[in-house]
């Protein structure tokens, strides 16, 4: 296959951020994509509409001119949201779903939740409302291994959660292990989650490839083959429960190049190619289309897009690095090749 049409993809995970950063990033994510859920973990963080409708019309602004591209904004949980905030949420149209980041467990998530009991009431109206939780399901104690964090969050955390709200609609955010595609597979109905590319194209070993690699360390932590290879087996399944979100999270260069690297992996100027490999490496590129375009979409009540894209195999190189405001960003597969490229790019 040398070219492959696809209706138009949205990425239901991705960090724009905010100023200089989101100008030089945006354009990547909304040539690709109709739309985004764009995590609201700025510093300070989006906690509430009014806060979102001001970061909506920033990244409006930063959009290139024509570019026909919907953010869906999202609020960041903190213990002391009100339950009224989700009521002005949904009647704003703009807010698509409420961030869970356990306290301390990824960047700019210290003004996130240390203990569920203090969210109940804020769930309840979620779950009345229909608004979903959209969650980082790791659990950051020191004491629990790094590659252990996200089993232990399910046990611990989202299945008594998703238990106690029946039908509160849930995604579980960019799963990393063969444990959370099970989980995921077999919950009620109204659990979904998302995968990013480099949980699909790659293990840990990445990371400490011929040294350590700092542009693969993400949060959740890039996991065993056993894992990517369940990841892979999902995305490809047809199981409308799995669909795509980047994860894209650019730093600069020398907050990832450092003795205390930031978590993030940048791949949104490359982010349905990517998909697209890691597809065709078990022969399914035939299911690309649903996992990219039509799952999320279905899951989040929004209509799917009318128009398309179009993937040609042909292989390029991003470069070594990208303007970022004032510094540099490292892109994923930098001065490497990717065997697809979007046409027109
Ligand atoms: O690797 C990550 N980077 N994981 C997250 O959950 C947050 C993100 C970021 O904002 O940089
Ligand atoms: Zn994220």
């Not at 609201?40 to 906690?47: E, F, G, H, R, S």
């Not at 009521?87 to 698509?96: I, L, T, Y």
């Not at 039908?167 to 990393?176: G, N």
């Not at 990219?292 to 070594?320: C, Q």
Request: charged content about 20%.
């Amino acid at each position: 296959m040398n070219s492959l049409t696809l209706r138009r993809p949205d990425d239901w995970h991705v960090h724009l951020r905010d100023g200089a950063a989101l100008a030089a990033v945006v354009k990547f994510t909304a040539q690709r994509f109709g739309r985004a859920i764009v995590m609201p973990n700025l510093k300070p963080a989006i906690t509430t509409t009014a806060l979102a409708q001001a970061y909506r019309e920033r990244i409006m602004a930063a959009l290139p001119k024509g570019a026909r591209f919907e953010p869906l904004l999202t609020l960041y949980l903190t213990e002391s949201t009100a339950p009224a905030e989700i009521d002005r949420a949904r009647a704003a149209g703009f807010v698509h779903g409420i961030k869970l980041y356990p306290a301390g467990a990824t960047t700019h998530s210290d003004a996130g939740v240390t203990d569920m009991a203090k969210v109940h009431g804020v769930l309840a109206r979620m779950e009345e409302l229909d608004m979903p939780l959209l969650v980082h399901g790791e659990t950051p104690r020191p004491d629990i291994d790094v590659f252990d964090r996200e089993t232990h969050f399910i046990d611990s955390v989202l299945a008594p959660l998703t238990e106690r709200f029946r039908s509160l609609r849930v995604v579980f955010e960019h799963i990393t292990t063969a444990g959370a595609v099970e989980f995921v597979s077999k919950a009620r109905a109204g659990v979904a989650a998302t995968i990013t590319p480099q949980h699909l194209l790659h293990n840990r070993n990445a990371i400490f490839a011929g040294g350590i690699r700092p542009h693969y360390y993400c949060l959740p932590i890039l996991k065993r083959e056993h894992d990517r290879e369940a990841l892979l087996g999902a995305a490809t399944s047809g199981n409308a429960r799995f669909f795509l979100g980047t994860d894209s999270a650019p730093h600069e260069r020398a907050a990832k190049e450092s003795a205390c690297g930031c978590a993030g992996m940048f791949t949104a100027h490359a982010a349905i190619e990517l998909y697209a490999e890691a597809f065709e490496s078990v022969g399914r590129l035939d299911r690309l289309e649903a996992f990219a375009s039509h799952f999320g979409a279905d899951f989040y009540g929004l209509p799917r897009h009318n128009d398309t894209i179009t993937l040609v195999k042909e292989s390029w190189m991003p470069p070594r690095v990208y303007d970022f405001g004032a510094g540099a960003l490292v892109p994923f597969r930098a001065g490497e090749s990717i065997a697809w490229r979007l046409a027109g790019t």
